[in-house]
Structures are given as C-alpha cells and as structure tokens.
C-alpha cells in the first residue's frame, strides 16, 4: 500500500464523519447506498452556484461558456477515468438506474425482437433487471437468469449454457451490492461477443472501488453513479462505445439532443448530446469530475487495497461469531459484506447497531431475486469507503456481540 495513504487525513476531507450520532462518533458503513463527499467536491459544486452559474451549450455569455466548459472538462475526466477511447463516450445520466434504462429503451428497442433473449444474473440489483424485464414486455423477448452459488459466486458454467445466436445482451453487476462478489467481467464480456451479444456493466459498486479500464474490459456499456464515488446526489455517466451510440434510438426528447427540428421532421445531436435531453444538472456533473480527480489523486488502487483490508478485518471477526451467518464469501470480495445474526430480524440488529452509532444498511438491498435465492428476507450490510478504519470494523464487531446480547 502507499505509505503516503493516511486514513485520518482523508477524514478530515469529509466534514460529515465529524458529526456525532446519539452523541457518539458516527460510524457510517452504508456506503454502498451513498458515499459522504470530501471538500474537495463541495467547494465544487458551491462554486458552481456562487461563482459561475448559467445554463450551458446554448449560451453566447460568458458564464454560459465558462459552465459548458466546465461540464465537458468532466466529461473528458470521467472519459479518462474509465479509459474510454473519447469523450463522446461518455453520456451523463443522473445514476446507474438511468444509464441502464437508456441502454434498455435507445439500444434494446431498436435491436431486440421477439424470441431474442437478454441474460442477466440472480446478484443483480432492481435497476438491473426491471428495466430489461419492461424491454422483454415491449419486445416479446425472454429474460434468462445465470445462477449465483452457495457462495455467492457467478457460476460460469451456466451463464455459458444460457448464451446462444439468441441472446442480445448480457448484463451482468461486476460488484453485487448485497455480497461484494466481483464478478469476472472480462470473461463474460469475452462470453456474451462470441455469440454476437453485447455486454452491459452495471458498475455501480465498482466503480467507487477499483480501476475501471473499459477498454481492457472490453464491455460495450458500463453505468454508474456519481454519488457513490463521493460526487453530489444526481451525477451519474454511461459509457457506451461510439459505434454503437451511433447506431441506437435517440431515448428521451427535447431541447439539447436535436440537430434540427421542423414540423416535417427532426435530426437529431450527435453522441452523447442526442442522450442528453433538456438541461442537465451540469452544477453535479461537473462535481463528479472533481470527485474522480480526487479519487484519482489518491489512486484507485490504493483506495482498493485500503478497503480490501477493511472487509478482510470484517471477515475474518463476523465468522468467528457464533451464530453469525455471512451471506457472500467469494473468492474475490470488495466493499460490501452481508450477514445475519442469529435468528435476529435484520430491522433489528440495524437498529441496535444505529443505537451505538452504527450506520448500517438493514433488507432486501433492492435485489429480491438474491433473497429469493438463499431463503432469507434481508440481511445486515456493512458498506466500505476509502475513509473507514480499522477501529471501525471493530466498533462493528463488537456492535455484533451487543446485538447477539440483547436478544439472548
Ligand atoms: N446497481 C447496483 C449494483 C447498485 O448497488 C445500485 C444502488 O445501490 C444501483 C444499481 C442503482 O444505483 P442508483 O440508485 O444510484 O441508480
């Protein structure tokens, strides 16, 4: 790890983890939900506010100007952060939900037909399988599900069967939210073009969490969202390759995405603007750039390893619990670990956890189709960031034998 990586300074950056809960330290390990934000990204987007703001790209004043470049400074951010080929490849959603419904809608309505098949994973979150399950509706295709093992694992072998000439997308979590399985998504990417699909990322829980390098992925779209990388509420990109941007339906329309409009028929913007109808929150995009570049100034991968000796520390304490039950022990596990104690509801167990200052996230985590699969209603999920400590995961552990006490 970077010796230059001090814990304590990064908090100091988040003005939040000051605060006390119950009158004792917050402990805020719901980080999958939505990070805190360091300074570095509210002066941003205060400034926005303060200094510079005006509508942008149709603008000919100077605060016009300055914002549009400003937005499209973030966009070459985000461009070099995922290692995108272009700028143009990126299109700036407000999150993960609806970077995934604008693949379903502009990509999926107009190259999915009756009898194809979309393929997706029982780990995956809501916004990863609703949208596809409406796309199926709309275009008489069949939704197929790869299976996810005792472990918490992809199991690879089935995804394979499922794939055939039929199959259009494949879309696939590279972190599940609920276990922190990372899911290798090279190889599926590598699975899903070998019978001529395209491969959709749902990167919302690694991208706050590791390099993402979409060129090396290979993937044809990857989503995430902004707030979970420490950007402001409302930011959010899609990456999708040139091509096939190119190629798909424009999705929502209105002002910005057009070329020209008549009444005898309208042209429309060229990527990513045609996916950029009416005017977006450019005061958090351009946040988002300022998160990426502070996360980058730490570096990813000091931020990963950081984070995996977090949710080791985890580990290793909620196993040797009795009567603890860890959902999710794969191999390759990031940021997130679920767990149920006891026979204790998982309400409960949050809300003691919450009495001590504890904030944990506690249910079904939006991925029914997960709980389904391991018979359970929910789990208690603790959540890492690149600002949580050692002393933390402990606060937690001990959290844990307070809860396994009152209910015994
Ligand atoms: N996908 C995954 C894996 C998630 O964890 C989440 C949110 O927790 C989402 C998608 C949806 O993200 P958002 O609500 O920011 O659109």
């Known amino acids: 790890m970077n010796k230059e990586f001090n814990v304590d300074d990064v908090r100091l950056q988040f003005p939040i983890l000051a605060e006390k809960v119950y009158k004792k330290n917050l402990i805020y390990l719901d980080n999958g939900a939505t990070t805190q934000k360091p300074l570095a990204v509210i002066d941003v987007y205060d400034n926005v506010y303060r200094k510079v703001n005006a509508n942008i790209h149709r603008g000919v004043h100077h605060l016009s100007n300055v914002c549009t470049d400003l937005y499209e400074k973030a966009r070459q951010i985000v461009a070099r952060h995922l290692n995108a080929a272009d700028s143009s490849e990126i299109v700036f959603t407000r999150n993960t939900t609806e970077s995934i419904n604008l693949v379903a809608y502009a990509y999926g309505d107009k190259f999915v037909g009756p009898g194809d098949e979309i393929v997706v994973s029982e780990m995956e979150h809501h916004s990863n399988i609703v949208p596809w399950q409406l796309l199926c509706q709309r275009r008489g295709a069949k939704l197929l599900v790869a299976k996810v093992s005792d472990h918490g694992e992809l199991d690879m072998g089935q995804l394979a069967g499922l794939l055939s000439e039929r199959t259009r997308i494949v879309s696939i979590a590279h972190v599940s939210n609920v276990m922190g399985s990372v899911n290798d998504v090279r190889t599926i990417v590598g699975m899903a073009h070998s019978v001529g699909a395209v491969a959709v990322i749902d990167a919302a829980q ?203």
């Open 206 to 408: 690694s991208v706050p969490h590791q390099a993402i390098d979409v060129q090396s992925i290979g993937c044809d779209f990857l989503a995430f969202s902004g707030h979970k990388v420490y950007a402001p509420l409302g930011s959010g990109a899609l990456y999708g390759r040139r091509d096939l941007l190119n190629a798909m339906n424009p999705w929502m329309a209105g002002g910005e995405m057009i070329d020209k409009v008549s009444f005898a028929g309208t042209t429309f913007a060229e990527p990513p603007l045609k996916f950029e109808a009416g005017t977006p929150d450019y005061a958090a995009a351009i946040a988002l750039g300022a998160a990426l570049d502070y996360v980058d100034g730490i570096g990813m991968d000091v931020i990963e390893a950081h984070e995996a000796s977090l949710v080791k520390r985890t580990l290793d304490g909620l196993l040797a619990i009795p009567g603890v039950r860890v959902i999710g022990q794969a191999e390759n596990h990031a940021s997130a670990v679920s767990f149920l104690v006891d026979s204790i509801h998982p309400y409960d167990a949050g809300m003691i956890l919450d009495k001590l200052g504890i904030a944990v996230r506690t249910g079904h985590h939006c991925a029914q189709p997960l709980m389904d699969r391991f018979g359970i209603v929910g789990t208690v999920r603790a959540s890492f960031a690149l600002y949580n400590t050692a002393d933390e995961v402990d606060a937690l552990l001990n959290g844990v034998e307070w809860v396994k006490k009152m209910f015994s």
